[in-house]
């Protein structure tokens, strides 16, 4: 490949001998100072280990001790008694019996020019999320493809992973040159193939050297045994590389972690500031609520100081009382987003599918709160970046995603303001990670739409009707006796001059809801839809009661969220399984059991029972008179 390649906005500019027109000189000595976070990310065995474990050997930064464990380990490692330098990172008895990385492993170490921490990731597609964990830290990224297989999948995504995480770096180390003979066409053939990828993926800064990390060519020192490659050896580009492209985010971004209040004299806002600087007298605009207030002093740990930089946890004080909390964003001379809806690219990394309208906890910066994934707009072909239609995410697959916010939140493109611009999402029932994503933009739909404050309120309406507007959720198994509990219980409550409105199940189904089916983002999003009904029903003073099986507890959370904590009465019908199999009113159960309804409760799709219910109630065990009884008696301190 001679001369330049791919010189768009100077990103990849290839010489003959390997080096880039950025880095010509960095083998001369134009050294770099200062802390280097990288990674070393690729495809299951390409030697990540091996390399950085070489690389401490060879560099003599390891201590007397360690350097004779390595030795006595080796023994009854897998190479026959010759020094196995992955055994240097792969800490877990699991990794070592298995031979391949699990963890992440970090390391600091430092050179005469440098300090280092490096994270060791894994590269078997089941510890992807592991991966992900280490690109998130790292300003460089180390990929190695082997040299005898070329790229691999597990390549691919790696590279698409460290690019989403923003990572800007890239060495591409091809590895085992050894087993190629040192061969320069094997090399140019991969390091063409490196280049493609590096163009598909729009990566910036990428550098290309030829390795045998078992042997330690091009490791620490240039190899005698590729005479032809003309660049630097590994550690020496690490050593030198200028990770500092200039860029600088806009103005002052400061999220909130904390209120201190030690006493009634002082209130300051905690934080670490993520750009720009800020100093005594400057007015800041506190977001959501837009507020402005002027700096009254700075404090970096217990200290008075006058101005305070990115990087730095402060304390501000400011000179009037403003509305601030967790979550919150302290900003000057710059503008941020302030919406309900974005759309982003994801990560996604749970066992389970993610499919469209389920529900989850995000983080953004400092901030925790529920969202929604609205739709999977597409996900991307790990070989060739091709756009595919999904309805649905699988595990470690990457997709551009629509997710709605219960709330306003503060957020920036990924591009303009990184912490801001980043995320993860948390599933509601096991409180695990389950995506990680960056902001690609904000939806302009919410942009456009404004909560309308009505002259009539809610207490307006409740108080004109003598009573408290609460919604009665009923959930349960299919037979369970819901619809009849329920229906007893609204002519109770009309008797007693209530006002009420039944929303039950099969009713909305055949109206409101004529177009879901049930699969389980249908009955997520039947389950949505009621909620913001009931609510709206509550806003006109009507006491609500629904019927609704709901078996995801999830689902139920988010139905709490929208109508209100104070508002929402759930009632758990807990007929046992088999008392509803037994009366099948409607013959569901028989037709389930012979696989005429699919994805039915119970028989072949999960029922998730209340964990935290107002009011449990067993039908099997009373008449339904009994347990509209028991109801009635149960609610009243809520009505």
Known sequence: MEGKTNTTDGKITA???GRTEEDAGAAAGNGTSGLLKFITCGSVDDGKSTLIGHMLYDAKLLFADQERALELD??????????????LLDGLMAEREQGITIDVAYRYFTTERRSFIVADTPGHEEYTRNMAVGASFAQL?????????????QTRRHARICALMGIRYFVFAVNKMDLVRYSREEFKRIEKEIRKLAVDLDLFHVRIIPVSATEGDNVTVRSVKMPWYGGPALLEYLESVDVDDGTEEEGFVMPVQRVCRPDASFRGFQGQASSGSISVGDEVTVLPSGEN??????LLADKNVQDAHRGQALTIQLNREVDVSRGCVFVKGTQLKVSRMFTASLLWMDDAELVQGKNFLVKIGTKMLPATVMAVKYKVDIHSGEHLAAARLYKNEIAVCDIALAEEAVFDVFAAHRDLGCFILIDRVTNMTSACGVIEHSLRR??????????????TRAAAMGQKPVTLWFTGLSGAGKSALANEVEKALSVQGKHTMLLDGDNVR?????????EEKDRIENIRRVAEVARL????????????????????????????STNFIEIYVSTPLEECERRD?????????NGQIPNFTGVSSPYEPPVHAEVEIDTSRCTVEEAAEYILKEIGKYL
């Not at 055949?510 to 879901?516: D, P, V, Y």
């Open 15 to 17: 010489r003959e001998d």
């Open 74 to 87: 080796s023994r009854v490692g897998s190479r026959g008694g010759e020094i196995d330098y992955s055994l």
């Open 510 to 518: 055949m109206g409101l809801n004529q177009n879901l089916g049930f």
């Open 141 to 153: 990224a180390v990929i190695l493809v082997d040299a005898s297989q070329g790229i691999l999948i």
């Open 537 to 564: 029903m509550n806003d006109a003073g009507l006491i609500v009661l629904t019927s609704f099986i709901s078996p995801y507890e999830s689902d139920r959370a988010r139905a709490r969220e929208i109508i209100g």
């Open 585 to 593: 009113v409607k013959g569901l159960y028989k037709k389930a059991r």
């Open 446 to 459: 919410a942009d456009n739409l404004t909560w309308q404050k009505l002259d009539i309120t809610r207490e």
């Open 293 to 298: 207030a002027c700096v009254e002093s700075v």
